[in-house]
Antibody, heavy 120, light 112 residues
């Protein structure tokens, strides 16, 4: 079945970096893109960016430009999201979601989420 | 702050009909971009409920329906059930300076 499986929870200190992985299975990885979405405790959903698994093109949320990098490894059907210079307000659950280029069909498959805690 | 505004909460008794609005602007919903809806049960990942304004993915009950008009969209739940108690989010694309996908502020549905 189509699924996205994310890496485990992380605890980081302010100023550090975190890299979350998202392994896809059950579909042709390069036919879709991956969006990353985060949710701070008790808050709503925030779109972070999108990467094409076909050619690596990216589109990042303006507020995260310069701190976030999204990549893919087509040999392992895995997407990665790295966030640098972590602050306490980066504490959140981070989700990856499959999204067709152009977003016409929404984000139709989601990972289980990865909790990132930023604390000194 | 999100550019798509939803009511913080709606409630209804079992069997009733509730609607959730999603109000945008001329740079997102009003520009013709599709609206999608997600259901998030407590402690779980969001789930796609409606895509392309009014289409249900396989497995989503027909109690859920979506519509779009002008700069707004709506999600309707008819025959409300206890298992529908969750957070609901609309999502679209915004073509303003910070061109990006955007989520609504979210609505908590409570079944009385």
């Amino acid at each position: 079945q189509v699924q996205l499986v994310q890496s485990g929870a992380e605890v980081k200190k302010p100023g550090a970096s975190v890299k979350v992985s998202c392994k896809a299975s059950g579909y042709t990885f390069t036919s879709y893109g991956i969006s990353w979405v985060r949710q701070a405790p008790g808050q709503g959903l925030e779109w972070m960016g999108w990467i094409s698994a076909y050619n690596g093109n990216t589109n990042y949320a303006q507020k995260l430009q310069g701190r976030v990098t999204m990549t893919t490894d087509t040999s392992t059907s895995t997407a990665y999201m790295e966030l640098r210079s972590l602050r306490s307000d980066d504490t959140a659950v981070y989700y990856c979601a499959r999204q067709y280029p152009g977003g016409r069909d929404g984000m139709d498959v989601w990972g289980q989420g990865t909790t990132v805690t930023v604390s000194s | 702050q999100s550019v798509l505004t939803q009511p913080p909460s709606v409630s209804g008794a079992p069997g009733q009909r509730v609607t959730i609005s999603c109000t945008g602007s001329s740079s997102n919903i009003g520009a013709g971009y599709d609206v999608h809806w997600y259901q998030q049960l407590p402690g779980t990942a969001p789930k796609l409920l409606i895509y392309g304004n009014s289409n249900r993915p396989s497995g989503v009950p027909d109690r859920f329906s979506g519509s779009k008009s002008g700069t707004s969209a709506s999600l309707a739940i008819t025959g409300l059930q206890a298992e529908d108690e969750a957070d609901y989010y609309c999502q679209s694309y915004d073509s303003s300076l910070s061109a990006s996908y955007v989520f609504g502020t979210g609505t908590k549905v409570t079944v009385l």
